[in-house]
């Protein structure tokens, strides 16, 4: 095992343009299919039987064969080959749909280079090694490095919506220092050695190394190779670069595929209840089954020895005749399982999700956006929801930034236009008029960033417009593309004041500077090297050469990253202060600070950064230490203040889930001052609420006490709401030390507002909520880093936004706006819970009944184990008599309207916790079942037991009759149940039950003409008997008229919803 593991993590080797040279190389051959031809029923059948109430009902199908002569096995065997039949065709249809989409990506046709020719061949035969080339009129096939690029730079533009949904365009590099020349297809490329595959998308670690000439006097030093120069299966090349890499992770290997896996097995809280139900249902079974096999012991005992023309008694205390008789009961009684609940269970939540992606109130018609659905089992859940975990930026806010305000030089300014404005003196200013320092300041903004700028597709000459306008009024702006909403509003507002980034060239960064419509003149800078933001290091840096050959590195990041790292002398409290000042506006920060580097220095950084880069192991945190080491002594410049508005009816919707029972916790990466600001605006932290802070808090003992503290305030002071705000470095410390105690005294809370949180720290928090198991936790966010936190919660909730469409692909269900959850939680999830719990229950209430008459039918027929129904009800009563029209109403039903459930978000507490499925909800309907059962069974039976001669012609009842008269009022009261239990009758609602008691008479009429069968000729002669048609009309009004009292008292006495008022749940 330890060689496996040591062979997972070697290195790939993989020679450019030679293809993999193994006898049977990777291929590129994608399957997302879960079968093939000769697995699929084998392996369907096996998941099907997993599932405990088929292998129950298997064992029962199974015995039926030998035990019970008076029920047919296909009693038992036709509900189940239905319901897996079904299921199975429902499975094999979306694999082969799967199967399809598989072929039609494996087929498609791609350009390789071999032996220095272009070759057409199918996607599929692509191996590692292999030359691909690409341009903009497909995807890209495969993982490769980039070694060629037909556009300037050798660098091409990539969409990757289909990865991440970012739909900015990113920049991929070929090799630095390396150079692909399509004319020397004899000449050997080199070799690239890198990591074996992995799911992030984010990260790739790898070198090129070069083959040794024999011209090269010293050996080539590796290249490193980083994300930056993958192009990943399922980017688009944009713009006209028709480019060439090496294929490196092919087929099920790429990024893209990994992504793809299902990555957990989230179930919904009903399972629990469903399976209590079953159990209760079982257990009540085998209780019934074994008193009527201890009656039947006794009585067999007492009347055979008396009745001698029946033979010799069988000896009752064999094994085999014990085991036969017990047996034989279960299997007449297993009826009282509902084997095809399942079946209806996942069309009902097919039809849940289809509602859900058609309603118009959650499409986006900006972004063309519906309701997306990836997981409809959790369908009820939306309904069931306490704990809402929520992100702030794109989430709560529109992640659309607008540079607002700015500290630099001791002074507070405000961008207004083209002109910098200070209401220190109430003066506006050009930035060319600004002193060295202000100009510094902005000439770091302006080159502290890695946006680059696309082509522009404007076929107007230059001489039609000025340099200014073509800058300025026109697209520039438009062509930058961000990784960061925050670099490209802070590159728009230095461009409004007129210094202006106008993209790179070899290396070359390019500023022009046009103050007060005059040109004053170009800037370049020589870019020599990125320091990457990470989410550890809350900063990014760029080390440039300025024209006087002055090496400068500029740093811009969180004031925590920043601030820690400059000079003793430089302003860091002044500035401090006035970010703080920023964040209470709820205006989101960065610092920006600067230092020369030597040449020494920079050689120094550069020498261990080349080492660090080429390893396969720990390059992360070798790179992060050099970073590290030159990011030392800057000098503090200033501070950037941007907007992030926030979204349309934020405030609205918080209320309404807190007034519907929802605790909301907003988990974010900000600062506390931002966050309590936001948190403030959007009406999340109420303006009457005791806040209590607990921040850079790391001592246990320390904590201990603030939380015996906050916890002793909240039950003294009942009623003052109180909210608790708290930064990352306390709740690293409280998940490690007081976990417990911090999640309940937390959930005692108002509201909670975690601030300065990693991504992982967001979803530790969410499980530890989570594991307590007394809440369902859902978790809702926009961008890259909340998919963590969306995947751990119950429910995940992915927005749609600026950040991308990762969050909303890895999410359960996906909305375009934040304030839909309103709809998706109050309305959905409120009919989902409600329609289940009526369908499951009225599920148990109908296996009741008909089993019930059974069993009462044993006292009467010396307890042999004798069904009471013909064989053809027994088949079709549960698929086709009385299905369909409870069926139908479980998927449409509506308690309340839309409208109502919207305005009075207090009923949401009606369904929560499962209340609608609750024992003695469950209780209530099994006990109107029994009742059921004895007024249909003992009014049949008092119809024939004075005088059984009921037929026109003078005939008597016999024993099929009986049961026919039985299932015929079963049938009736079922569907007339459906109407009385309904709250949003419509007229296909009505058409269902009219149809389905008609089924059941039409299907018993053309059986009863058959003169081999049990039933001939009785259902004709029962259809044309007065006493027969009487026995019906008064057994139904005497069931059904006391849930029709029920009905009439509740439509007439509750009124309607007020808003703090909770009508009782139907039972």
């Known amino acids: 095992m330890k060689s496996f593991s040591a062979k997972e993590k070697e290195p790939l080797r993989i020679s450019i343009g030679n293809g993999d040279l193994r006898k049977n190389p990777p291929l590129n051959r994608v399957t997302t299919t879960k079968y093939t031809w000769l697995t699929f029923i084998p392996l369907n ?56 989409n598989d072929k039609i990506v494996n087929t498609t046709k791609v350009s390789v280079m071999r032996n220095g020719k272009e070759h057409r061949i199918d996607s599929e035969f692509i191996v590692p090694g292999d030359l691909v080339v690409a341009t903009s009129a497909s995807y890209v096939p495969c993982d490769m490095i980039l070694l060629h690029s037909s556009g300037s730079e050798n660098m091409c533009f990539v969409n990757t919506a289909n990865l991440d949904g970012e739909t900015n365009l990113k920049p991929i590099f070929g090799p630095p220092n390396y150079t692909y020349d399509l004319a020397e297809h004899s000449r050997r490329f080199g070799c690239i050695v890198c990591e074996p595959s992995t799911p992030d998308l984010y990260s790739f670690n790898g070198r090129l190394e070069v083959e040794v000439t024999a011209e090269a006097e010293v050996s080539p030093e590796p290249i490193p190779l980083g994300i930056e120069n993958l192009l990943l299966r399922g980017v688009r090349i944009r713009g006209q670069e028709r480019v060439v890499g090496c294929a490196i992770y092919t087929g099920m290997t790429t990024k893209l595929q990994l992504n ?63 085991f036969e008789d017990f047996l034989s009961f279960l299997i007449l009684f297993n009826y009282m399982v509902p084997i095809s609940m399942y079946m209806n269970i996942e069309l009902y939540r097919v039809f849940g999700a ?59 300014y405000h961008l207004q236009n083209t002109q910098l404005y200070s209401p220190d003196t109430d003066e506006s200013h050009e930035l060319g008029t600004m002193d060295a320092e202000v100009m510094n300041f902005f000439e770091a903004l302006s080159l502290c960033h890695t946006v680059e700028v696309m082509a522009s597709c404007d076929e107007k000459s230059a001489e039609a417009q000025s ?145 660090a880069n080429i390893q396969l192991s720990d390059r992360k945190e070798l790179i992060e230490e050099c970073y590290e080491s030159i990011e030392v002594e800057l000098d503090l410049l200033g501070a950037t203040a941007l907007e992030d508005a926030l979204q349309d009816d934020v405030d609205k919707t918080l209320i309404a889930l807190q007034e519907a029972g929802l605790k909301i916790w907003i988990l974010t990466g900000d600062k506390v001052e931002t966050a309590l600001s936001i948190g403030m605006a959007c009406k999340h932290i109420p ?84 594991k307590s198991g007394k809440h369902i936790t859902a978790a809702i966010g926009d961008g890259a880093n909340d998919v963590s936190m969306i995947q751990e919660a ?117 369904i929560s916790h499962n209340k609608l499925s609750s024992w003695k909800t469950f209780t209530i309907w099994i006990l109107n079942g029994i009742v059921q059962t004895f007024i249909i069974f003992y009014f049949a039976y008092a119809v024939l037991n004075e005088n059984n001669v009921v037929f026109n012609e003078g005939q008597t009842a016999d024993f ?22 309904s709250h949003y009758m419509s007229y296909l609602n009505f058409a269902f039950i009219i149809a389905s008691i008609f089924a059941f008479m039409l299907s018993t009429y053309l059986y009863n003409l058959d003169s081999s069968s049990t039933l001939y000729h009785v259902y004709n002669m029962f259809l044309s008997s007065l006493p027969m048609w009487l026995y019906i009309i008064i057994c139904t009004v005497a069931c059904l008229l006391p849930d029709f009292v029920m009905k009439a008292v509740n439509d007439m006495f509750l009124d309607p919803p007020e808003p703090k008022e909770i009508i009782n749940p139907r039972s």
Not at 374 to 403: C, R, V
Not at 586 to 610: H, I, P
Not at 719 to 732: K, N
Not at 966 to 972: D, N, R
Request: aromatic share 10%; glycine share 6%; hydrophobic share 40%.
């Open 354 to 412: 289809l509602f859900m992606r058609s309603d118009l109130s959650l499409y986006d018609e900006e972004t063309d956006e519906p309701c997306g659905v990836n997981a409809s089992n959790l369908n009820e859940d939306l309904g069931q929801i306490n704990i809402l975990f929520s992100d702030k930026t794109g989430t709560l806010t529109k992640n659309q930034m607008i540079f607002l305000k700015c500290y630099v030089g001791g002074r507070n």
């Open 794 to 910: 119950h429910i995940g909730i992915g927005i749609s936004g600026v950040e991308g469409k990762q969050a909303a692909r890895s999410a359960d269900y996906s909305i375009a706006k934040f304030n839909m959850l309103q709809r998706l939680l109050l309305v959905h999830g409120h009919y989902n819970t409600e329609r289940l719990a009526f369908m499951v229950l009225f599920y148990c209430y109908k296996n009741i009944i008909i089993t019930g008459c059974m069993a009462l039918f044993q006292v009467y027929d010396l307890y042999s184990a004798t069904s009471v129904y013909n064989e053809l009800y027994l088949w079709l009563f549960d698929i086709i008599y009385i299905s369909f029209s409870f069926t139908y109403l479980a998927m449409s039903d509506k308690h309340y309207s839309e409208n109502t459930l919207l305005r009075f978000p207090t009923l949401y507490k009606a």
């Open 687 to 770: 303006q009457v609420a005791e806040v209590h802070f607990l921040i850079n808090i790391t001592e246990p003992e320390e904590l201990r006490k603030r939380l015996n503290q906050l916890e002793l305030g909240i039950a003294s002071n009942t009623s003052t709401p109180t909210c608790l705000v708290i930064d990352g470095i306390t709740v690293s410390a409280l998940l490690s030390h007081l976990p417990d105690q911090f999640a309940e005294v937390a959930l005692k809370c108002k509201a909670v507002l975690c601030c300065r949180l990693s991504p992982l720290q967001k979803s530790e928090i969410v499980m530890l909520i989570k």
């Open 260 to 322: 793809s896996r299902y990555t957990g097995n989230k179930s919904a809280s009903s399972e629990k209840y469903i399976n209590k139900f079953i159990i209760a249902l079982i257990v009540g079974m085998v209780v019934v089954v074994f008193i009527l096999y201890l009656i039947e012991r006794q009585k067999a005992a007492n009347v055979y020895p008396a009745i001698h023309y029946l033979g010799p008694p069988p000896d009752y205390n064999a094994i085999l005749q014990i």
């Open 45 to 100: 059948f096996y998941e099907q039987f997993r599932r405990a109430v088929y292998f129950y009902f298997l064992l029962i199908t199974i015995v039926s064969f030998f035990v019970n002569d008076t029920i047919s096995p296909l009693t038992s065997l036709l509900p189940l080959l239905f319901v897996m039949i079904v299921t199975a065709l429902k499975e094999g249809l979306e694999d082969y749909s799967r199967s399809k």
């Open 467 to 611: 340099e200014y306008d073509n800058l300025i009024a026109t697209d520039i702006c438009d062509r930058y593309q961000a990784s960061s909403p925050d670099e490209k509003a802070i590159l728009e507002g230095c461009a409004k004041l007129g210094l202006i980034f106008k993209g790179t060239d070899n290396n070359r960064m390019h500023l022009s500077r046009i103050f007060g419509g005059r040109i004053a003149g170009d800037l370049q800078y020589e870019r020599l090297h990125v320091l990457e933001f990470s989410s550890e290091r809350k900063r990014m840096s760029v080390i440039v050469r300025d024209e006087s050959g002055q090496i400068w590195l500029y740093s811009k990041g969180a004031e925590a990253a920043i601030l820690p790292r400059c000079k003793q002398t430089s302003p860091t409290a002044e500035t401090d202060v006035q970010i703080t000042e920023y964040a209470k506006e709820g205006l989101r920060t960065l610092a920006v600070a600067s230092r020369t580097l030597t040449e020494e220095e920079y050689a120094t950084f550069l020498a261990s950064c080349k080492n």
């Open 960 to 981: 099929s009759t009986f049961g026919t008269m039985l299932i015929m009022v079963l049938v009736i009261v079922g569907n007339l149940k459906v109407l009385l239990v």
